[in-house]
């Protein structure tokens, strides 16, 4: 009976302890579970931010090689994280705006990826369509969701007066790799010399200084689509003209606000279009249709 009891007593103890074991590798799991799910958003957050930021410095990068309004040069071919939607800063709440900003980040070493076709219509009613660089989003602009996009023009240009008769605009960007289409449509608001407000005022500053010498220069040149005569030297009018250190009257900062998006992917199975439309109050809501 005492050996009984002996052993009895030996098997609690071995049974206590396995509990004990197994209660403390549970803990263990949890706990490092719960540190990787912490450690993984924070990472997407941090991920997040800076992606935002690289999205916009890629895009500045393109006033080095790219000319005051039509697209002439080359794109940057850094790296654009798939973050935001909004001028520096993207907004992850906006769908359609995740899904641009990942394009982005795919074919950040494809400089076309950065040139983009606007589309105008003149006060006859007559569609217009040119191609432009695309600039970046739009940073503090709290009615549009941080989803404003930016591009440059010459005040004298033919757009300028189309804008001021019409503001309506349409974008559409294409990326070749992903085989993705994003036709954005909204209105284009001009930010020129005199600007009242302060706020779009220091934007067209902060733009100027982040556009190269020659992109700068180049708004110095002479009334762009004036027939040139044959006199006219080339050396005179674009090589010797100096960029000032201040936004030349010429440059515009053209802000291009989206009201909606129709959004279109050619590589899924089968393909996936979704239209995206801002509500009165700015929020923004998407529905599948057929492609």
């Known amino acids: 009976a005492t050996r009984a009891s002996s052993k009895h007593t030996r098997h609690a103890k071995l049974a206590k302890t396995a509990r004990a074991k197994l209660m403390a590798t549970t803990i263990a799991l949890m706990s490092t579970l719960l540190t990787t799910a912490t450690a993984t958003a924070t990472f997407s957050t941090s991920e997040a931010k800076h992606a935002t930021a690289t999205c916009n410095a890629a895009a500045e990068q393109s006033s080095s090689s790219a000319g005051n309004n039509e697209a002439s040069g080359s794109a940057p071919s850094g790296p654009c994280s798939a973050d935001s939607e909004g001028g520096g800063s993207a907004n992850q709440n906006i769908s359609w705006m995740s899904r641009l900003t990942a394009s982005i980040e795919k074919e950040s070493q494809e400089p076309a990826s950065r040139f983009v076709t606007l589309a105008t219509v003149t006060a006859d009613q007559e569609p217009r369509a040119r191609t432009v660089v695309f600039r970046g989003f739009l940073d503090g602009v709290e009615d549009s969701g941080g989803a404003t996009l930016k591009f440059v023009t010459d005040k004298r240009s033919e757009k300028i007066g189309e804008i001021a008769s019409n503001p309506k605009c349409e974008v559409m960007w294409y990326f070749r790799d992903t085989r993705e289409q994003y036709r954005l449509k909204g209105v284009l608001e001009a930010v020129s010399d005199g600007e009242s407000d302060e706020f779009r ?53 053209l802000l291009m606000v989206p009201e909606s998006v129709d959004y ?24 599948r249709v057929n492609p």
């Open 264 to 287: 279109l992917n050619l590589r899924e199975r089968p393909q996936l279009r979704e239209k995206h439309s801002k509500t009165p109050e700015g929020a923004w809501s998407a529905t």
């Open 201 to 253: 005022k220091q934007a067209r500053a902060l733009q100027w200084t982040k556009m190269s010498q020659g992109a700068r220069q180049s708004f110095e040149w002479p009334n762009p689509g004036i027939i040139r005569p044959p006199y006219a030297s080339d050396e005179a009018d674009f090589m010797e003209p100096t960029a000032s250190k201040e936004p030349s009257p010429n440059f515009v900062l």
